[in-house]
């Protein structure tokens, strides 16, 4: 497709439980972000990922969320022994790093229930 | 750290007339970009408009315009003859001038939820 593509679109899962969260991000785009959505407020940066560089993990809440992009092209985000707090919408977000301005297209985002 | 707020978690505006979304962010940067993005229902964000911090003319996209203020830290999106397709969240971001590493983040605000009413 044309687009930043995410799966799946809902997920819902039971504390402690591990979950994996799948982006897809434009052809060609070697930037890639993860961003999470909480209940009521902005998107907040968790993860970024440009071309063969180590990650930028900084926006990471604690160690149980990981995330890894194979070949440049796919990333998945994987939170361990999930709590309700985790309970958000993940939006992954792609760009051409070479473009005047970086400008972010996004997906349409996983929302992740935790009961 | 630049941050950003938006102080009006709603707004309601009548189908054809005008409103203004409020925003203001802090940096101690000098070059730096400024966007309005859209999410619909469907969450996906829609760029609606972005301003260059060295520009002072105020960007323009049909009926989105925005009013930069650069001294005061302000960046107000108004939409004129507002449509149905408008309702939606409204989010004021921020990101660096810089492409490089973490400085190519975006940094968002809460969010504006607009309705439209007939």
């Known amino acids: 497709g044309a687009g930043v593509s995410q799966s799946p679109s809902n997920k819902v899962t039971e504390k402690g439980k591990d979950v994996e969260l799948r982006c897809d991000p434009i052809?060609?785009?070697?930037?890639l972000y993860w961003y999470r959505q909480s209940l009521g407020q902005g998107l907040e940066f968790l993860i970024y990922f440009q071309g063969n560089s180590a990650p930028d993990k900084s926006g990471l809440p604690s160690d149980r969320f990981s995330a890894e992009r194979t070949g440049g092209s796919v990333s998945t985000l994987t939170i361990q022994r999930t709590q309700q707090e985790d309970s958000a919408v993940y939006l992954c977000?792609?760009?051409?790093?070479?473009?005047?301005?970086?400008?972010?297209?996004f997906g349409p985002g996983t929302r992740l229930t935790v009961l | 750290a630049q941050t950003v707020t938006q102080s009006q978690p709603e707004m309601s505006v009548q189908e054809a007339e005008t409103v203004t979304l409020s925003c203001t962010y802090d940096t101690s940067e000098s070059d730096y970009y400024l966007f309005w993005y859209k999410q619909p229902p469907s969450r996906q964000m829609i760029l609606v408009i972005r301003?260059?911090?060295?520009?002072?003319q105020n960007a323009t996209e049909n009926r989105f315009s925005v009013n930069f203020q650069k001294a005061a830290k302000s960046f107000s999106l108004k939409i004129s003859d507002s449509q149905l397709g408008d309702a939606a969240m409204y989010f004021c971001?921020?990101?660096?001038?810089?492409?490089?590493?973490?400085?190519?983040?975006?940094?968002f605000g809460t969010g504006t939820r607009l309705q439209v009413t007939l």
């Open positions: 052809s060609g785009h070697t930037a």
């Open positions: 971001a921020y990101r660096s001038a810089t492409i490089t590493g973490t400085a190519s983040k975006l940094t």
């Open positions: 977000a792609s760009s051409q790093r070479t473009s005047s301005y970086n400008e972010q297209f």
């Open positions: 301003q260059e911090a060295y520009k002072q």
